[in-house]
C-alpha cells in the first residue's frame, strides 16, 4: 500500500492512477483474506469460534473509523500545510504497522478433519 501511496504522489496520467487503483484492489483482496483468517485461527486456537462474527464486525468498525479520522485530518492537514505532509505520514504510519505485525503470531491449529480434494489435483491411479 505504501508504494501505491508514493505511486500517485508522481502519477500524471490516468492510466497511472488506474494503475495504482487496480494495485490497491488487489492488495486489499489478499490483505483481507489474511486477516480474516489470521483472526478466524486465533479465535479458533482459543476456542472461540462462536465469537467470529463479533470480532469481524469490530474489526470493521475501526478500520472504518479509522479511514473517516484519516479523511478529516488529512484534508485539514492538506488545508494549512504542503500536500506532502500527508504522503510523509501515511508512509510513516506504514512503516509503524509493519513493525507491529512482526509481533504478529501465528496461531498453531491442528487440522483434525479431512479436507475435500481439489479438482485440481487429480488422485494417483495405480
Known amino acids: 500500500m505504501a508504494s501505491a501511496m508514493w505511486s500517485v504522489k508522481y502519477a500524471t496520467e490516468f492510466w497511472h492512477f488506474a494503475i ?3 494495485l490497491a484492489g488487489v492488495s486489499y483482496s ?5 486477516i480474516n483468517a489470521l483472526l478466524y485461527e ?5 476456542q472461540k469460534t ?3 462474527e463479533r470480532e469481524l464486525g469490530l474489526l470493521e468498525v475501526w478500520q ?4 473517516i479520522l484519516a479523511a478529516f485530518s488529512g484534508s485539514l492537514l492538506a488545508t ?14 506504514t ?11 501465528e496461531p498453531s491449529i491442528t487440522k483434525t478433519h479431512t479436507t475435500t480434494p481439489s479438482l485440481l489435483v487429480l488422485p494417483k491411479t495405480h
Open 64 to 67: 472504518l473509523t479509522a479511514a
Open 80 to 93: 494549512y500545510y504542503p500536500m506532502e505532509i500527508n504522503y510523509w505520514l501515511s508512509f510513516i504510519s
Open 30 to 34: 489478499f490483505q483481507s483474506g489474511s
Open 42 to 46: 486465533t479465535l479458533e486456537e482459543n
Open 50 to 52: 462462536q465469537q467470529f
Open 20 to 22: 495504482v487503483v487496480w
Open 95 to 105: 512503516i509503524f504497522a509493519f513493525g507491529f505485525s512482526l509481533y504478529f503470531v
